[in-house]
């Protein structure tokens, strides 16, 4: 159980777009250096490396550039492309340790179309997360929403999950997800399963941390994406004993996965 990591600042693509060009530079830059680099104070370093570490982009020990974020230093250094912002998603919402944004996301949202600002303060209430700072957790619920939802379009605005309507939110589905981000996620799951060969398609429909459950994406949509994996070779689609599965083909890494899509856009 993980809250308040962000120390109450929101999720900025513009300032961790910045941040990922320092550190690539500047690794071992103490929190001076930085925050007169970036010009942001002490506090906001600390906030600003605690997404970097929850996104998968840095290293918090060794100072480093995961290989994700050297990926997106070098393919997509604005952080702006569509499936830059499926992935941070995913990544995001796929970590036990971010608890507000993955237990919203894989256990609070599935199931509903709407909700209010009370609802997710009512689900957040529960004893489970008694032991939770009740200021840090209305700090993070705040910035979960605005991640999503808020006005300025810095965080994964874009992505349409979440729409401010009157007092409360609607829920959507994340439209046009690259078919290789559903490779990526789908071999990143399979790293998390001890390399299991196959899965069922129901699992990736209503597994928590699936792309049906992390991206609200229907079963139509998701097999469109898996028809597309298969033409890369990177799946195979299969009725087995009246269950529709799908096969891993090959050993391709997540990373791979995604790097080849920006070669071939």
Not at 8 to 17: A, K, M, N
Not at 120 to 149: C, I
């Amino acid at each position: 159980m993980n809250v308040g990591w962000p120390r109450t600042f929101g999720l900025d693509l513009d300032l961790t777009r910045r941040a990922l060009q320092f550190y690539m530079n500047c690794p071992d830059a103490g929190r001076s250096e930085t925050e007169t680099q970036l010009g942001i104070g002490g506090q906001k370093v600390q906030g600003l490396n605690s997404w970097l570490k929850y996104l998968d982009l840095r290293d918090p020990h060794t100072g480093q550039l995961s290989s994700l974020g050297q990926l997106l230093w070098r393919a997509d250094p604005s952080l702006t492309d569509r499936a830059t912002l499926c992935v941070l998603h995913y990544v995001l919402v796929s970590n036990p340790e971010a608890t507000v944004w993955y237990e919203a996301i894989n256990h609070f949202l599935p199931g509903r179309d709407s909700f209010s600002p009370e609802d997710l303060k009512a689900y957040f209430d529960q004893p489970q997360f008694a032991e939770s700072s009740p200021k840090q957790l209305r700090s993070d619920r705040g910035l979960f929403l605005s991640t999503y939802a808020g006005t300025e379009r810095r965080a994964f605005q874009a992505l349409g999950l979440l729409e401010a309507r009157g007092t409360g939110y609607v829920v959507r589905q994340i439209q046009d997800v690259p078919a290789p981000v559903l490779g990526y996620c789908l071999y990143d799951r399979r790293s998390r399963h001890d390399l299991e060969t196959t899965t069922e398609i129901r699992r990736l429909l209503h597994e928590t941390g699936s792309p049906g459950i992390t991206m609200r994406i229907p079963e139509e949509a998701l097999r469109r994406g898996l028809a597309e994996l298969e033409s890369l070779g990177l799946v195979s689609i299969a009725r087995i004993a009246d269950i529709d599965g799908v096969a891993y083909v090959g050993h391709a890494s997540p990373l791979e996965i995604l790097e080849q899509y920006y070669r071939s856009r």
